[in-house]
């Protein structure tokens, strides 16, 4: 069996590692064995003095059932790449705010170098069977970088977010470029058909890109394959952790309804939007106040990047005015958590409420909408507003109150309407979504990629293609990119 490789930005470490791509991918990295490469910034002491090799190396961090091993890059050139081009360019153009990009030189030239580092590093490791799966916007360049490196093995993509407009992608300096660096990939995957519809759009806009009948593009001397794998959660285990933590997870006052959302603090997740449908419905819906209690947590991210601090004051400022406005002795509406909660209260938490928020301005999946899902009791459900903007939307809308972020009157009027659903259409709307939630699951997406990718890689065109690239011949007339 062919080894297969991860790479992604950041790297499972520690013998117990979290997070979100590492909870999606341990169980196929442990049945498969393989290695993960991921990227670190190193300290200055590691830097200075020492002359810098002219191929960077890996570092191993042995410890679990798959091989792990980290690119090490001086701090300057990782917060150019990651707080500069990756979070402050890549990050606001792919969730429709081009007014927050910040295009500096010197961030897309460490964008590069660190993912030229990294093909240069990666392709020492490399066997000639191994199956290549990139992670991310962090690492949209790592293959383009690869071929470079003469890497001819079948490499395919994953992006988590939304993929941006081909009108957002005009306010990059150099245009056809994300083009040219997709194109390098076998196969990239999207989260739904409305971002493969807009990677075709890009494609659609440059010149000598070609649309085949089967969906694929050729584009330069590439063809490439993209389809969509909406993502999914661990969703049985996790409806059994709500189980067992719900006790464990309830607010002072168990007479009231718990309305949550759990969100990292970030722009795109509409949370002020939030806030002032709240504000709406207790300005209302006075039959509401008292009763119900606003759970809103918003875990630290990127903190060293200005647009995320001036959200931060905003919310700060709007919870502090809807408490003021609505508190009573004993009462306070709204309760905003800027730090994170552990995952076990956290999934307590969604049992325990009648409404769950998932109501972002863009979003690739959000995943919080399917724990909410799975952490229900099938008995006594609670309801699900989502956002129509978020990518489960194209999996769940069916059967979710679908909410417009931009509209406090309608959101606020959704939340009245779950709070008061009753119990026999809660049922019905639960055990639709449930079934989705189970059967579109994190093995069922991460199999569904990787068996396109092996597809794709015993393709009669793909075997052809890669003996004329073998050969030192190229298909097609390369097209540079502007």
Same mark, same amino acid.
Not at 58 to 75: E, I
Not at 76 to 89: A, K, R, T
Not at 155 to 164: D, M, V
């Given at each position: 069996m062919s080894r297969l490789v991860v790479i992604?930005?950041?790297?499972?470490?520690?013998?117990? =590692? *979290?997070?979100?791509? #590492?909870? &999606? +991918?341990?169980?196929?990295? !442990?049945?498969?064995?393989? /290695?993960?490469?991921?990227?670190?910034?190193?300290?200055?002491?590691?830097?200075?003095?020492?002359?810098?090799?002219?191929?960077?190396?890996?570092?191993?961090?042995?410890?679990?059932?798959?091989?792990?091993?980290?690119?090490?890059?001086?701090?300057?050139?990782?917060?150019?790449?990651?707080?500069?081009?990756?979070?402050?360019?890549?990050?606001?153009?792919?969730?429709?705010?081009?007014?927050?990009?910040?295009?500096?030189?010197?961030?897309?030239?460490?964008?590069?170098?660190?993912?030229?580092?990294?093909?240069?590093?990666?392709?020492?490791?490399?066997?000639?069977?191994?199956?290549?799966?990139?992670?991310?916007?962090?690492?949209?360049?790592?293959?383009?970088?690869?071929?470079?490196?003469?890497?001819?093995?079948?490499?395919?993509?994953?992006?988590?977010?939304?993929? =941006? *407009?081909?009108?957002? #992608?005009? &306010? +990059?300096?150099?245009?056809? !470029?994300?083009?040219?660096? /997709?194109?390098?990939?076998?196969?990239?995957?999207?989260?739904?058909n409305r971002d493969v519809a807009s990677c075709l759009e890009v494609f659609r806009t440059l010149p000598g890109a070609q649309m085949l009948m089967d969906g694929s593009i050729r584009y330069r001397d590439r063809m490439v394959d993209l389809k969509s794998f909406p993502i999914g959660i661990e969703a049985k285990a996790f409806g059994q952790m709500a189980a067992r933590t719900c006790g464990q997870s309830t607010l002072a006052d168990d007479d009231s309804k718990l309305v949550i959302g759990a969100d990292r603090l970030d722009y795109s997740k509409g949370l002020p939007q939030r806030f002032l449908a709240f504000d709406h419905l207790l300005e209302t819906r006075d039959e509401w106040r008292g009763r119900i209690n606003y759970l809103q947590i918003a875990s630290p991210t990127r903190e060293d990047v200005q647009a995320y601090r001036e959200i931060r004051e905003e919310l700060e400022q709007l919870s502090g005015a809807i408490n003021g406005r609505f508190s009573d002795i004993g009462y306070t509406p709204l309760q905003y958590l800027h730090r994170t909660v552990d995952r076990n209260r956290l999934a307590g938490l969604y049992r325990n409420a009648k409404v769950g928020l998932v109501i972002p301005l863009a979003d690739g999946m959000n995943l919080v909408a399917k724990e909410y899902v799975a952490a229900q009791d099938p008995a006594d459900p609670g309801v699900l507003v989502l956002s129509g903007f978020a990518g489960a939307a194209e999996q769940l809308g069916e059967h979710a109150l679908i909410a417009n972020p931009y509209d406090s009157h309608q959101m606020a009027e959704c939340i009245h309407k779950a709070l008061s659903m009753p119990l026999t259409e809660r049922q019905e709307r639960h055990a639709a979504l449930l079934e989705n939630v189970l059967s579109e699951d994190v093995a069922w997406w991460a199999n569904s990629f990787l068996k396109a990718l092996r597809d794709k890689a015993m393709d009669e065109d793909f075997l052809q293609l890669l003996a004329q690239l073998r050969e030192g011949q190229s298909p097609l007339k390369p097209v540079e990119a502007s």
């Open positions: 992604s930005n950041r790297m499972p470490l520690g013998d117990n =590692p *979290s997070g979100g791509l #590492v909870v &999606a +991918l341990r169980d196929t990295m !442990e049945e498969q064995g393989g /290695l993960w490469v991921g990227i670190a910034q190193g300290d200055e002491a590691d830097q200075s003095g020492a002359p810098q090799s002219p191929v960077p190396r890996l570092q191993d961090h042995p410890g679990l059932s798959f091989d792990r091993k980290c690119l090490t890059v001086p701090p300057e050139l990782y917060d150019d790449y990651y707080l500069g081009y990756s979070n402050s360019v890549l990050w606001p153009l792919c969730h429709g705010r081009t007014d927050l990009i910040d295009l500096q030189q010197r961030y897309r030239k460490a964008y590069i170098e660190v993912n030229r580092r990294l093909a240069k590093a990666v392709a020492l490791y490399l066997k000639p069977d191994d199956r290549i799966w990139v992670h991310d916007y962090h690492l949209f360049p790592l293959a383009d970088a690869l071929r470079e490196e003469g890497v001819l093995n079948p490499i395919g993509f994953f992006l988590h977010i939304p993929f =941006p *407009s081909a009108a957002n #992608v005009g &306010a +990059l300096t150099h245009v056809g !470029e994300l083009a040219k660096w /997709l194109a390098a990939y076998d196969l990239v995957g999207l989260q739904t």
